[in-house]
């Protein structure tokens, strides 16, 4: 992880409060039910499921809590952003979204959801690529026909060879366009970024619409049983059209637009994120203190951000090994309680004084198929020994139950989606304040809608206007040339302007 401030000592007392608060589940009732369950599955902006990733909660849980505890303008962070659905949500709803995660993968998906490019661009730079695939596309194919081992250029332009496990997951035309895409695109160009964000949610699977279709969309199968599955199916991998598949995928994700506002993606240790973003929301003359926190910590041990996915952390250069030792969550509960302490720390500066502070934190019931046992006071004692010595007041709890059939981790042999069975969210205020407000915005109405309800023309709009057309469905843009709408006095110029003989008005 990246150099951190200094760590947070917690009191002994408070050490011995949270390792009994582990065996208790003694938290006040925050008294909210769940509503966002009742919401469909994929509820929420097309580009939310841009690409599938563990540990990920519904956008609908995100969509209440914006809803409940923030107002349009407001800084919105997620410290552990994952795929972004927290900052892509508040930027939905006209929030600045704010994000930070030390896994590449998820810096990227999230940075492609809340500053994209508009979708003209986006089909424009895949136009342009398809004509140079045409061009060069004979000395690609010779490059994925090459023997494993075999030196390719990387993203970053260095060389290194293609190892076996990748040539061998797709069709060699197929490979050949991924490793032209993998050099052309420019990660820190905006619209290359969300081409690259786009390709990776579709990079495998198992259906026609994925590039490969040897292993699950939700994660990458471990490269020694990627080598011998495919060793199995003796070469019967589907030719797939890459840049044809990366076309139907940006006219899915660009089904509801973009965003209303845009937000901000950091790269980074989560004990860093409070620091770096306020001088990222200053440099940009925005509020440089965030109203709201949602955030889902890394549960205990159970997974491996680097290993899952490191089919596409090698499409974007990076070390899945490396990813796992950054992102290595403690293992032990007291650990675990003291890194979130740590968290919190980090974050103290960067909330204004009435911000609201949730945290999803998984009861772990297994792990690697055997019982934990007394971890399932994990909320209790992360409260009790991180939140609290910190000053943070505490608005209540709630559980949240989670059905094994919507967890990736239901593929995995004896974990079979159990490893967390129950999600509590702590809610918390960062002062008295905080608090207070988290408690009386409980019963505010949350808009369900989706596509969001067309917004009532602006009181200076009218039937009258000239560039809105009273018989539009939607109620804006420019009227076109049989939308003329009927004339107005104030239309005509005064008397003495008008010059003589000059016809009746034009818009008469």
């Known amino acids: 992880m990246s150099a951190l401030p200094i760590p947070l000592m917690l009191p002994r007392s408070a050490e011995a409060a949270a390792a009994a608060l582990l065996r208790s589940h003694d938290l006040p009732d925050l008294g909210l039910a769940p509503d966002w369950r009742d919401q469909p599955r994929l509820w929420g902006h097309s ?87 045409s061009e060069q596309a004979a ?64 990079l495998h699977g198992r259906s026609a619409g994925y590039v490969s279709d040897a ?114 969550a403690p293992s032990r509960p007291l650990d675990y309680v003291r890194f979130i302490g740590e968290v919190l720390a980090g974050l103290r500066e960067t909330l204004t004084d009435d911000a609201v502070v949730a945290l999803v934190i998984g009861d772990v019931a297994t792990d690697q198929g055997r019982l934990r046992r007394g971890d399932h006071g994990l909320a209790a004692a992360v409260w009790e020994g991180a939140a609290e010595p910190l000053g943070f007041r505490i608005a209540g709890a709630m559980r949240d139950a989670v059905p094994a059939n919507r967890k990736l981790t239901r593929l995995w042999g004896v974990e079979a989606g159990r490893a ?5 969210i702590l809610v918390l205020g960062a002062t008295e304040i905080g608090r207070r407000r988290a408690l009386a915005s409980l019963g505010a109405p949350i808009d369900w809608a989706w596509p969001p309800r067309p917004r009532p023309l602006h009181p200076i709009l009218g039937p009258d206007a000239a560039d809105v057309s009273p018989r539009r469905s939607r109620g804006h843009g420019s009227a076109r040339a049989h939308e003329e709408s009927r004339p107005r006095a104030d239309d005509l110029p005064p008397p003495e302007l008008r010059a003589p003989a000059a016809g009746p008005p034009v818009r008469a």
């Open 139 to 202: 000395d690609w194919l010779r490059l994925a026909d090459s023997p494993a081992g075999a030196l390719i250029e990387g993203p970053g332009g260095g060389f290194e060879p293609l190892a076996l496990q990748v040539s061998g997951a797709f069709h060699p035309r197929s490979l050949a366009q991924v490793l032209f895409l993998r050099r052309r695109l420019d990660a820190a160009n905006r619209t290359d970024r969300f081409l690259i964000a786009a390709l990776l949610g579709i």
């Open 215 to 328: 292993m699950p969309n939700g994660f990458s199968l471990a490269p020694g049983s990627t080598t011998r599955a495919l060793a199995a199916r003796a070469g019967s991998l589907p030719e797939r059209d890459v840049l044809r598949l990366l076309g139907a995928k940006l006219r899915r994700l660009y089904r509801d637009g973009v965003p209303r506002t845009r937000g901000v993606a950091l790269a980074g240790d989560a004990r860093g994120a409070g620091a770096t973003l306020r001088a990222e929301l200053r440099s940009r003359g925005l509020p440089d203190r965030a109203r709201l926190v949602i955030t889902s910590p890394p549960y205990l041990r159970t997974l491996r951000y680097g290993s899952a996915n490191w089919l596409r952390l090698w499409f974007l250069g990076a070390d899945p090994a490396d990813v796992d030792r950054q992102m290595d």
């Open 420 to 424: 967390t069975d129950t999600e509590r």
């Open 47 to 133: 580009f939310h499921p841009m690409c599938s990733y563990l540990g990920s909660f519904p956008a609908a849980l995100a969509h209440g809590f914006i809803g409940r505890f923030t107002r349009p303008g407001d800084v919105v962070l997620d410290p552990f952003a994952g795929r972004g659905t927290v900052p892509l949500q508040a930027c939905v709803s006209g929030r600045i979204g704010a994000g930070s995660d030390a896994n590449p993968l998820a810096n990227i998906l999230t940075a492609a959801k809340v500053d994209p490019p508009q979708r003209m661009e986006a089909e424009a730079r895949l136009a342009r690529l398809a004509i140079d695939w």
